[in-house]
């Protein structure tokens, strides 16, 4: 297997090197991937046009978070990047899982069971496609050059996945003719919970006059701050470890030729989920009204397990096809094999007590251990090539082509022992009132044994693109236009089995689509200093097959109110969206104002309901709906060593119509007027850092932010009135059997706004060496950043939460 895979990859990597040669004589001076962070000491290098400019330059709206403020504020994952970044949101749903959405266009919570619902943001590391909806990678941040935020509509030259904008990640590339590196150490601590620690290292290195390499090294363990009561109870039980590393190959054989492959390989595991729940089956007030679960405190009957091992294999190259003409060719290998293991004894428990009542109980099937695992593999190639000017004069232009092939299987398994012996039990339950025919039998379609529910479901999707951009450039005006053609062709199969399933097989589910979206800027600059610019643009979203509904679960079976809800929807159509924005950029004595207003009308949003009682979800389209707001970045310098920034967003998102069942109910919360959800109205944030020497070659610095995050709903449905009201809530008491159901008022759904102030201070001297201490969340606020949900509700009811106030010391030596 591992030779198959070497030569698999090999062959493809190769291939790319022969279409590459095939159409062009000769290679580019330089990678676009590289990218000096700075420009005459103070402007961002960005490269969100597929060319080298400043963020002052570029004609629309763009973010960067450079390594040196990755460092100010604390951030090690692309969610702490968010709270620093004006329009940009990252929905936390557990180690590993994050949901991303740009400039308020989001559709609220994908969960880990809808393998076939894309992404609305895309997600790059440098030229190569990460993104996956739910599973993003989250990749290390050291040694990176800067976190780049695209806003708005990008499909031009990003493509599918775009709608909302897109996110780069922008790596440190080799150096030719340096050595040079650089290692880290550091430790920390959860206030009430664990240690971490871990240590990372770099090194780039010549390979004689024309070639370099660098390569990066990390692994780091992660501390626990959630406790766990139970059988399988215990402290700081969601603590893990990350480690991984990267190396890349610059070669350059003559002045119009750059190379560069990489390898990456990074694998993330956590041994628990960051819940603190509120409601449990099996521990409840319902049960006792003592039983008040503790603060960031779970029910386990068994431990949790996240993990993800990813491979990435790329190959850029570039080549001078003449003085004024590059050409590019990307070609990117991506593979990932990722594990969610929950405890899904409170959803199993949850059923047998919901249809098989006494029976079940009694015997004691609803007090059996269910593990929930949840895979997902894929294998993803991709080629890019692209044509593109490199001259200075006023036409600059971009043309190029794009392909990938997308193989992702999504299996779920339910091993529960013991489970058949109970199964007669439920099956008999669901004709008593009758909702099924008799007499009544599980379809298992080759499935284990004790596992009451099990689901293959293989995609494979293949994505054709020809893409264009160019600008021209009259007096102090600038137009662009571009344009991308899409084809996308996506196959899926989905069998289930077991005493919960349907046992359906369906083989060979089709959809596809193709389409054009545009983009048109026009630029004023009257001055070095200062640019007006007004955009359209357009971006989609493909569409998909939804998974048929578990009708066992379903209260009243297939005739019953949730199977007539929300059933017979097979498919969801694409989303679309244009952007309507105006922009200004000026800088002048040390101080930068950025600010745009825009306007996102969508069609066909994608949104996700749970389907009631029957442990399904099913993608609907909202035929209207807009993201409209304001956004604001400010960056001061009033004085040599001090340095002051301000970036903030006020976003309206809303449903502009509704989606009613046939009686004309709105459907779970599916409503005009009804705010989209994920998305804070309002968020903000600010840093200011001082430097000074206070030495002989001995710098001291000190670095304060602050973020705000405004409210938010997990999904459409938690606003409906009395959505967190209760009246069949079930229990169980895993002591003497004792079963049944009442009424828990957790509450307003609505996740409350919340603060966080980082602090950090340190020494630098002239050899490299710095020493630097923090204090992340120091008024250990604890923000809920998601609602977490098993079976609606019946089963289990909490939070996803953000950690606690979080001290550190770290040691880093560069040379």
């Excluded at 199969?493 to 399933?501: M, N, R, T």
């Excluded at 745009?596 to 994608?606: C, E, H, P, S, T």
Aim: net charge negative.
């Amino acid at each position: 297997m591992r030779h198959s895979f070497n030569s698999r990859l090999s062959q493809r990597l190769l291939a790319g090197v022969a279409v590459f040669a095939l159409a062009t004589p000769a290679l580019a001076q330089e990678a676009d991937g590289k990218a000096d962070e700075t420009v005459d000491g103070n402007e961002i290098v960005v490269t969100a046009t597929k060319r080298s400019e400043t963020i002052q330059d570029v004609p629309f709206s763009i973010a960067a978070v450079t390594a040196a403020n990755i460092q100010k504020t604390g951030a090690t994952s692309i969610e702490d990047i968010s709270r620093s970044v004006a329009g940009l949101t990252v929905q936390n749903l557990g180690p590993g899982q994050s949901q991303v959405s740009v400039r308020g266009v989001s559709a609220g919570q994908i969960v880990r069971d809808q393998p076939g619902v894309k992404e609305q943001v895309g997600v790059y590391l440098d030229e190569s496609v990460i993104s996956l909806s739910l599973f993003t990678p989250d990749f290390d941040l050291f040694d990176l050059n800067r976190v780049e935020t695209l806003r708005g509509p990008q499909g031009t030259l990003f493509g599918s996945g775009s709608v909302g904008g897109t996110v780069r990640y922008i790596t440190n590339q080799p150096k030719l003719g340096a050595t040079e590196g650089a290692v880290e150490a550091g430790g920390s601590t959860f206030e009430g919970g664990s240690m971490g620690y871990g240590a990372k290292g770099m090194i780039n290195a010549p390979l004689g006059d024309n070639a370099a390499i660098r390569l990066v090294a990390y692994g780091e363990k992660f501390g626990g701050f959630i406790d766990a009561i139970g059988p399988a109870g215990g402290e700081n039980v969601n603590d893990g470890d990350r480690f991984g590393g990267r190396i890349s190959i610059l070669f350059e054989p003559s002045d119009s030729i750059s190379i560069t492959p990489r390898f990456i390989y990074q694998e993330v595991k956590a041994n628990g989920f960051n819940r603190a729940e509120q409601y449990n089956l099996y521990y409840n007030r319902l049960i006792n009204v003592n039983q008040v679960m503790p603060e960031n405190t779970q029910y386990l009957k068994l431990r949790e397990q996240f993990r993800d091992k990813t491979t990435l294999a790329d190959l850029t190259m570039n080549f001078a096809v003449s003085d004024a003409i590059q050409l590019t060719s990307i070609t990117s290998y991506i593979n990932r094999d990722i594990l969610v293991s929950r405890d899904a004894s409170a959803l199993t428990g949850s059923v047998y007590v919901s249809f098989a009542g006494a029976a079940a109980a009694a015997a004691g099937g609803a007090g059996l251990n269910s593990n929930l695992r949840d895979t997902t593999k894929l294998e993803q190639w991709t080629q890019e090539l692209r044509l593109s000017s490199t001259g200075d004069g006023p036409l600059q232009w971009v043309f190029g082509g794009f392909y990938s092939k997308v193989d992702r299987t999504y299996a779920q398994r339910l091993p529960t022992p013991g489970a058949d012996a109970f199964s007669q039990i439920f099956l008999n339950a669901l004709v008593t009132p009758p909702t099924l025919p008799t007499p009544v039998s599980a379809t298992y379609n080759g499935f284990p044994a004790n596992s009451p529910y099990n689901a293959d479901i293989p995609y494979d999707i293949e994505q054709f693109a020809l893409f264009g951009e160019a600008s021209y450039e009259f007096g102090q005006f600038k137009l662009t236009a571009g344009g991308r053609y899409y084809d996308f062709n996506e196959t899926r199969d989905f069998i289930s089995g077991g005493i919960f399933a349907n046992g359906d097989v369906f083989r060979g589910d089709k959809t596809s689509s193709n389409g054009f979206t545009p983009r048109f800027i026009l630029s004023y600059k009257p001055n070095d200093d200062l640019s007006f610019n007004l955009q359209a643009s357009k971006g989609f979203r493909l569409g998909g097959v939804n998974d048929p509904l578990n009708i066992p679960l379903c209260s009243g079976g297939a005739t019953g109110p949730d199977a007539r809800t929300y059933g017979g929807r097979p498919n969801y159509k694409d989303e679309t969206l244009w952007n309507y924005e105006a922009g200004v950029k000026a800088s002048t004595n040390g101080i930068t104002f950025n600010a745009a207003v825009f306007y996102n009308d969508i069609r066909n949003l994608q949104v996700t309901a749970d389907a009631g009682s029957c442990s399904s979800r099913v993608v609907f389209n909202v035929p209207k709906a807009h993201s409209a707001g304001v956004e604001v970045e400010i960056g001061i310098k009033p004085a040599p060593g001090f340095e002051f920034s301000l970036n903030g967003s006020l976003t309206d998102s809303k449903f502009d119509s509704s989606v009613v069942d046939a009686g004309g109910a709105v459907i779970a919360g599916m409503r005009d007027g009804n705010r989209l959800p994920t998305v804070p109205k309002f968020q903000i944030a600010a840093l200011a850092s001082y430097t000074t020497q206070v030495g002989d070659g001995l710098d001291w610095s000190f670095n304060t932010s602050f973020q705000h995050v405004g409210n938010r709903y997990t999904q459409p449905g938690d606003q409906e009135t009395g959505s967190g009201s209760f009246t069949n809530s079930l229990f169980y008491n895993p002591v003497n059997g004792a079963f049944g159901s009442g009424a828990f008022n957790f509450g307003s759904y609505l996740l409350p706004s919340y603060n966080l102030v980082n602090l950090s201070t340190g020494l630098e001297w002239d050899n490299g060496l710095a020493i630097s201490v923090y204090v992340n969340n120091l008024f250990n606020e604890t923000p809920l950043l998601s609602l977490d949900r098993e079976r609606g509700g019946r089963a289990r009811l909490g939070y996803n939460v953000g950690s606690p106030r979080k001290y550190g010391v770290t040691v880093r030596k560069s040379f």
